[in-house]
């Protein structure tokens, strides 16, 4: 899956969770909180919608590296590789 593929997935589920959000006026570097009114439970949400989109258990320690789009799409290329490489 490239990049571009879990971006889409990933802004797909955080406008489930907030579908306020403008994706044309998403800055991926900076946090969803800073742009937005993206409470803690709307985070939880976008956590664990990612957790079922992919198919993985995100632990909560690695919660940070969601925080803005970038960190989300690169947290989850990791991921995915590590478990298609483990197939």
Do not use: W
Request: hydrophobic content about 40%; charged content about 30%; cysteine-free.
């Amino acid at each position: 899956m490239t990049h571009e593929e879990i971006r889409a997935l990933a802004v797909e589920k955080l406008l489930q969770v907030a579908p306020d959000i403008d994706p044309d006026q998403l800055d991926p570097a900076v946090p969803l909180r800073g742009q937005y009114d993206f409470d803690s439970m709307d985070f939880l949400n976008f956590a664990i919608a990612l957790g079922r989109e992919f198919q993985m258990d995100i632990p909560e320690k690695d919660y940070a590296e969601l925080q803005n789009l970038d960190g989300a799409v690169d947290y989850l290329a990791r991921n995915i590789g590590d478990s298609a490489s483990g197939e």
